[in-house]
């Protein structure tokens, strides 16, 4: 048999899982010719417009040249007290640069300022050689990570998307790849301490350092990203911000101008943040105990199985309802995480998200000596029963 226990609850009071919502794309017009807007935490698509046109992504490649370098300082591989020393490769690279000098050691927090704020290619080449030895090697990695991620339109040849490389007609993604690879990086909280600064310097203050994304001045809750800009990629920019809890990340690629670049992505954010959501669970929401049939414990009170928050449409907020399905017993051994039941949630009667409710811990199913124990016990200290008549 299943209990079921059905209540309205208020926008706060949603729980977890991905809402099937779909991109519109009708309902913008904006001047980039590939573009794509993706929610952070669920990674789902809200627009795009040729996602999946492999183009040319300029400095945006960065983007996964940061995520290599903090996944290698999560590992312990490199360490954030590092000194990074500037080989001649890095020294060498043009573009966007801080000018390093060959055998000249920065440490890693300016090494990814640099990087970020300013997109330097030599800090960049600096970092890549420090995690995997060359250049060569990291870009590798970065192809082995994106293949990890699921980007199939990415091919990288280099960690800086310079366009000088005699290869660098096959460096490609796509703006959907990029998002992608983007809500990975926002995943690591310290790259946030860059991307949001606007000036800063290196150097004990002899080189300023100007961020070249300006939505981060300009742009309410501007979180980051990168942008981009070669003759050939032109003007590119992964973008995101963060509002009310709900972060989009917004990519331009191939636009005619910065002008238009800053202004496609700024349209996109606008409308992420106009038409949608995040809701997160109400820990006042009771989910009824399951009895536990010959366990060494009674009962077990099931959990949610997952801690990503709902995307919904704004207009769903004031009509959301969540039915809960708990079995009413189940027989030892229970084992940590076996589903018990189910969280539904629904919005004018139509369900959005299915939630597994597991057991929290496992239950060990009691022995034919435990149960003799307790009968045993039982019977030596029931109270004396008194004769009448």
Request: proline share 4%; glycine share 6%.
């Amino acid at each position: 048999m299943w209990r079921r226990i059905l209540g309205v609850l208020t926008a706060a009071a949603l729980t977890l899982c991905l809402l099937p919502v779909t991109a519109r794309a009708a309902e913008l017009e904006i001047a980039a010719p590939s573009a794509v807007l993706m929610e952070a935490s669920t990674g789902t698509v809200l627009y795009e417009k040729d996602a999946h046109a492999r183009l040319a992504p300029a400095s945006v490649t960065k983007v996964m040249t940061l995520l290599l370098v903090l996944e290698a300082l999560d590992r312990g591989q490199i360490g954030w007290d590092d000194m990074v020393t500037a080989s001649e490769t890095a020294a060498a690279k043009g573009g966007s640069q801080v000018y390093l000098e060959v055998g000249e050691q920065m440490s890693m927090d300016e090494m990814l300022k640099s990087v970020v704020v300013s997109s330097a290619n030599d800090c960049a080449t600096a970092l890549a050689e420090h995690v995997a030895g060359s250049e060569a090697a990291f870009v590798e990695k970065m192809n082995q990570r994106a293949e990890e991620l699921g980007m199939a339109d990415t091919h990288f040849v280099n960690c800086t998307g310079l366009d000088d490389d005699p290869d660098a007609a096959e460096h490609l993604t796509s703006a959907y790849d990029i998002a992608v690879m983007s809500r990975e990086l926002l995943k690591h909280d310290e790259i946030r301490k860059y991307t949001t600064i606007w000036m800063d310097t290196v150097r004990g203050g002899e080189f300023g350092l100007a961020n070249t994304n300006k939505l981060v001045r300009f742009y309410e809750g501007t979180t980051g990203l990168k942008t981009g800009y070669t003759s050939a990629a032109g003007h590119c920019l992964s973008a995101s911000a963060k509002r009310n809890g709900v972060e989009f990340i917004a990519v331009v690629l191939h636009c005619a101008s910065s002008g238009d670049r800053f202004q496609s992505a700024k349209q996109l954010l606008d409308y992420g943040f106009a038409n949608y959501a995040l809701a997160q669970p109400d820990p006042r929401v009771e989910i009824p105990a399951v009895e536990v049939v010959l366990g060494t414990q009674a009962s077990i009170t099931p959990v949610l199985s997952d801690a990503t928050p709902v995307l919904i449409e704004k207009s769903q907020q004031n009509s959301i309802t969540t039915q809960i399905e708990v079995a009413e017993q189940v027989k030892a051994p229970v084992e940590a995480g076996q589903r018990l039941g189910t969280l539904t949630l629904q919005a004018d009667g139509a369900p959005l998200a299915a939630i597994p409710l597991v057991a929290p811990e496992a239950v060990a199913k009691r022995t034919w000596w435990d149960i003799t124990k307790e009968l045993l016990r039982a019977i030596c200290f029931a109270p004396p029963q008194r004769a009448e008549g």
